[in-house]
């Protein structure tokens, strides 16, 4: 098997990894446009990490802290200026900062698998919380619309 390649972003520009309400034909895509974010292509997750419904709420969390039943986590792939991340991205996400008691979502940076034997690093919004409804084919676009990929088109 041959060695993968890194795609590195533009100077001033990050690669957002959207896994739920983000993604190509989900309700909050249009937050991508806000946030100056094009869409560059669809990945996996290199690591497993738990992918949940949060609580009650009808919105998907990541944990990176548990992986009981992880596998990767198919995302869209955006790129975005830095301000774009810190604007648009955060405001939807709740994301304070890490260390903020008061974010909702943190924001870390994983290891995305894209197609062609390449990868990325990608800012990925999670919450390190075990949740009782997980999502095991790692895909909550699949998890929410058994047709999501015939009606994209794909």
Known sequence: MSERKEITNNAGKVF????GSLRRGMHNFGVNQRGGGKYFGTGQTRENFNLYRYGGAYFPSVSLKHDSHGVPVVVDVFEAPETGLTGAYDGLEGHRGNDNPHTFYK???????????YFLKAYIY???????EPVLT????LHHNENYYKEMGE
């Open 138 to 141: 790692g895909d909550w676009c």
């Open 126 to 132: 999670h919450i390190d919380e075990e949740q009782n």
């Open 107 to 117: 924001r870390t940076q994983v290891v995305v698998d894209m197609p062609n034997n």
């Open 16 to 19: 957002v990894a959207t896994y």
